[in-house]
């Protein structure tokens, strides 16, 4: 996702001076070395000079390159050779003088063969999710620990599933979800009573989409919809916060948490729909995790919005008890 000009550069700042520091650490290391063992840098500098001594031999003594260049390898193979049994003898890796960057792929310049590499999306990502007016994530939340267990395997007569079949297909569709986000068209719609494991699995997919750098911005409804108000109407200011606004409008995932526990009023409502249809005509995805059904958010909100989730959203229904004390 692209966000604002300035917080980019700061992030591209910090990977060059993390990058500045390890290769620093890297010197250092070979500093440290080179005074206990000065044996090596006489043989590094043997190595660098090889070069350039083949070089004037050509020049200078009218040989040819090609036998010049048989007895430069020779040198290096010798070199090479002395050093590598100088190392072994004294416990000494091999590459101790390389920088041991965070990224191997890019070597923390954040790119990789012109495109922006993984380890600057998820910082990217990191920077946005720092912007969510609530912090619920926990790096432990993984589809790996979803344990189905918690849920009854008795079946609801009325509904003719038990919590445990609602529960495994909410887990496979939000896998699903993260497994194919790129492609995915259609946001989540999570519903259910308090305790049911809404917040639990929202934090998976967070966790699993920040590892791809994919950014998450994640909001209580509350704090969500007061934020936007005060926003709007100048209750802030909006040159400070004009970065964070835009997030909820440009972040790759939005997930509004908790919703229908906000004060509802009209302009609440205008603010809801403007945001979700903003998002789907920008081709955005938005999780809602919220205790009300479809029918209720009809009922609450509006049809429109309604009818706007019904055609967009994957809908998942939690059911079952409280697991919190489980």
Do not use: W
Not at 305 to 323: K, P, T
Request: glycine share 4%; proline share 1%; with cysteine.
């Amino acid at each position: 996702m692209n966000i604002d000009s300035e917080a980019l550069r700061e992030l591209k700042e910090q990977l060059s001076r993390e990058r500045a520091a390890r290769e620093q650490d890297a010197q250092n290391e070979k500093n440290r070395i080179y005074a206990l063992y000065p044996q090596i840098e006489e043989v590094d500098k043997e190595i660098s000079l090889t070069a350039l001594k083949t070089a004037y031999k050509i020049t200078e003594t009218g040989r040819t390159v090609e036998d010049v260049a048989k007895e430069m390898v020779d040198t290096l193979n010798t070199l090479k050779a002395q050093k590598k049994a100088y190392l072994e003898k004294y416990g000494i890796s091999e590459d101790y003088a390389k920088p041991k960057y965070a990224c191997e792929e890019c070597s923390d310049t954040g790119f990789k063969d012109g495109k922006m590499c993984i380890c600057l999306k998820k910082k990217i990502a990191e920077y946005v999710y720092s912007k969510s007016t609530i912090s619920l994530l926990n790096k432990d939340d993984t589809f790996d620990k979803f344990n189905l267990d918690f849920y009854s395997a008795d079946i609801k007569t009325e509904i003719g599933i038990s919590p445990r079949m609602a529960a495994n297909a909410a887990y496979i569709a939000c896998k699903n979800f993260c497994d194919n986000f790129e492609e995915e068209k259609r946001s989540l719609f999570i519903y259910g009573n308090t305790g049911v494991g809404k917040t639990f699995i929202t934090s998976c997919i967070t966790n699993c989409l920040m590892e791809k750098g994919i950014a998450v911005l994640y909001h209580s409804a509350y704090r969500l919809f007061g934020f936007v108000d005060d926003y709007k109407f100048n209750r802030v200011p909006r040159d400070k916060y004009k970065a964070e606004y835009d997030l909820i409008y440009d972040a790759d995932l939005l997930i509004i948490d908790d919703l229908g526990t906000e004060f509802i009023n009209s302009n609440s409502q205008a603010v809801l729909f403007d945001i979700l249809n903003t998002r789907y005509q920008t081709g955005k995805k938005t999780i809602i995790s919220t205790n009300l059904s479809l029918g209720e958010i009809a009922t609450v909100y509006s049809e429109r919005i309604s009818s706007r989730i019904a055609g967009n959203y994957i809908v998942l229904n939690l059911i079952g008890e409280d697991n919190r004390t489980k």
